[in-house]
């Protein structure tokens, strides 16, 4: 289940957690904070270390899923 709040609120909220980290924070004290599981917390760090800021938005589930289609649905 999603957090509750808008988009930009919830990646608020992770840019937080992260820039909290960088000053200093250890995840554990992090994750108390936000109240969120430490292996999602150290997810946004690492996404965050990788691409930056784009990387602590979350990505799409399903990014340009194309249908998987039988033989028998081709015309």
């Known amino acids: 289940m999603r ?8 990646e ?8 909290r980290v960088a000053a ?10 936000r109240g969120v599981h430490r ?3 150290a997810t946004w760090v690492a996404r965050h270390r990788g691409p930056g800021v784009p990387g ?10 194309v249908r998987a289609c039988k033989d028998s649905c081709v015309r």
């Open 3 to 10: 957090s509750k709040g808008t988009l930009a609120e919830l």
């Open 12 to 19: 608020a909220r992770r840019m937080l957690a992260v820039r």
């Open 24 to 33: 200093g924070w250890s995840q554990k004290d992090v994750v108390a904070f």
């Open 39 to 41: 292996v999602t917390a």
């Open 56 to 65: 602590t938005r979350v990505p799409r589930s399903a990014p340009d899923r």
